[in-house]
């Protein structure tokens, strides 16, 4: 590391991690001199602003300073809410001191510096403000009026202003125009609605907006609601019952309504305070509202929601690279929905404090579980021997296809054929050709967790991007979270920030998804084979499985 970066490295450990754990700047003497909560972010904002100006990263020292103000940016939902942001920035803005930020820029350079810090925030999280409308609009009108009032006393701050006036803009002019967008378009819960049309459609991004969802009675009626992704349970169970109220089929009025998640393994009731429960829902879980009393009577979606039809599965008649080609679509359109730099942060560090949920995240991790269980199902639903093999060998062909794109599905489905019901079937293993058992062999050394997953970790860095990563090791950035403390007292650990690894990870996603992976563009020939990969019928009883499996092929066998 360069001698000129220590002390920075110095400054800001001793003087810039003084954010609290309610959130806000805090110097380091400043509870000492009984200074106010608001005094305290205002002169520790002082301190930090001379290191965020806009520098190009050219040399050395402004680039680490560049890369610096890039990882604040990034990992700011971790220790410090999105509406104290806003509020130390206005802050920084308006107000005006003398002393020791005088000392390293002036006021002129101080003010453009929040700015810049104003406008890379805007930048990196435009969608999610784009999404929230009116709430987050605020901020760039309250932070341009505060710029007008400073341009008498600072007229080097034209063209920030005017900068500032065409964000506010774009906010308020796109978040009309996602208004009416919504008012003509609903976007369907993934997996929710078993429609051809609707999956055929390209998936958008969740961002906790208003969507038609589906909630059971115990005699297995509906009512289909419309509701927000991320709205608590109680909100769900006041419009079930509204709509129980003015239904035809609902001749008493129903008392007080729990809300289950019932599963085939068993059943989960919601408490009311639950948040953004249809996004948690496993593949075959449905959601039934019922009172108290009537919990026990509720049955098991199993078997009448899976719906096999008797004869062979649809899989022997396609082909194992157009079903590859249409798993990395699929997959791709769910992994560009997700934020990274909202989403892995929040799951990750369970910001509570951070006003997004990771939605689109979570249906990916779903969607890596729906494959594994996908695989597992064709083959145990398959009675025949020498059809059953073929499927082995197509499965094995699907995951050498896009290998070097979608390491998602990829290792989704050597896991699946990894599957303790599949791995016991002795007969059919034995009947698979060498060649595809030495190819499998190879495929389950990338999937070997030894050396912290060393063979894949090898894999993915000799790939080059676009690619989709299997996402749940992306996730393992929770050990570090859990091995280093935020905060320690009062102070913020921005060494845990200045090792990089959570902006590195940001920075990784978005290096996967630099240019699109796969074209999008589907012959009606593969319509079918679309529709199929998106609206797979799986098996995610892990107890059935076995059964199955123990019934084809006895342990005597």
């Known amino acids: 590391m360069p001698a000129g970066m220590k002390p920075l490295e110095k400054f800001l450990k001793k003087q810039t991690t003084a954010l609290t754990r309610a959130g806000g700047f805090g110097g380091v003497g400043d509870k000492a001199s009984g200074g106010t909560g608001a005094s305290r972010r205002r002169a520790s904002l002082s301190r930090v602003v001379p290191f965020f100006r806009e520098t190009s990263p050219e040399s050395g020292h402004a680039r680490e300073v560049f890369t610096l103000l ?182 008493v009025l129903p008392g007080n309504l729990i809300l289950v998640a019932v599963t085939s393994a068993g059943k989960a009731v919601f408490r009311p305070s639950d948040e953004a429960v249809f996004t948690t829902l496993g593949v075959n879980t449905h959601l039934f509202a019922c009172e108290p009393s009537e919990l026990d009577s509720l049955q098991l979606p199993l078997p009448e929601e899976i719906h096999w039809t008797p004869g062979d599965s649809k899989l022997h008649d ?30 990750v560090f369970h910001g509570e404090q951070s006003r997004w949920r990771p939605l689109n995240l979570e249906l990916v991790l779903q969607r890596c579980s729906e494959v594994q269980h996908w695989v597992a199902t064709e083959i145990l639903q398959c009675q025949s021997l020498p059809k059953r093999i073929q499927l082995l060998r197509k499965f094995i062909k699907i995951a050498a296809c896009k290998q070097q794109q979608d390491l998602l599905s990829f290792l989704a489905v050597v896991l699946g054929l990894d599957n303790p019901a599949v791995s016991r079937l002795r007969l059919t ?41 299997f996402t749940p090791l992306l996730l393992k950035l929770t050990f570090l979270h859990e091995s280093c403390k935020t905060f320690h007292g009062e102070f913020v650990n921005f060494e845990k920030m200045l090792q990089h690894k959570v902006a590195e990870m940001v920075r990784t996603i978005r290096r996967y998804r630099s240019s699109q992976l796969i074209d999008t563009e589907t012959s009606p020939s593969h319509l079918q084979t679309k529709a199929y990969v998106r609206q797979l019928q799986v098996i995610d009883n892990q107890n059935l499985l076995f059964d199955m499996s123990c019934k084809m092929e006895p342990k005597d066998t």
């Not at 002019?173 to 055929?200: G, M, N, T």
């Not at 157009?322 to 679509?329: F, H, K, R, S, Y």
Request: aromatic share 10%.
């Open 318 to 347: 396609m082909s194992a690279e157009e079903v590859a080609n249409q798993l990395v679509v699929f997959d791709w359109e769910l992994f560009s929905c997700v934020h990274e730099q909202v989403e892995f942060i929040c799951y």
């Open 429 to 469: 293993w034995e009947g698979l050709p060498g060649k595809f058992r030495k190819q499998f062999q190879q495929f389950e050394s990338i999937a070997d967790p030894s050396r912290n997953h060393k063979s894949y970790r090898d894999l993915i860095t000799s790939l080059r991007p676009p690619l989709i990563p």
């Open 70 to 251: 890039d990882d604040f940016m990034l990992t700011h939902p971790i220790f410090l809410a999105a509406d104290r942001l806003q509020q130390v920035l206005l802050q920084g803005g308006s107000e005006r001191r003398d002393g020791e930020a005088e000392a390293a820029m002036s006021a002129a350079e101080r003010k453009q510096a929040v700015l810049n810090m104003a406008f890379r925030y805007l930048d990196t999280y435009r969608e999610l403000l784009q999404e929230e409308g009116e709430r987050s609009n605020s901020f760039p009108k309250e932070l341009y009026m505060c710029a007008v009032q400073e341009l008498t006393r600072y007229p080097e701050l034209v063209e920030d202003v005017l900068k500032l006036q065409r964000w506010s803009e774009i906010l308020h002019c796109s978040s009309d125009e996602e208004k009416e967008s919504r008012k003509k378009q609903v976007r369907p819960l993934f997996r929710h609605f078993r429609r051809i049309d609707a999956c055929l459609q390209p998936r958008e991004a969740f961002r906790g907006s208003d969507e038609f969802c589906r909630v059971y009675t115990p005699d297995h009626s509906y009512v289909t609601i419309r509701s927000r992704l991320s709205c608590r349970v109680g909100e769900i169970l006041a419009l079930v019952k509204e709509k129980l109220q003015y239904s035809e089929d609902q001749p």
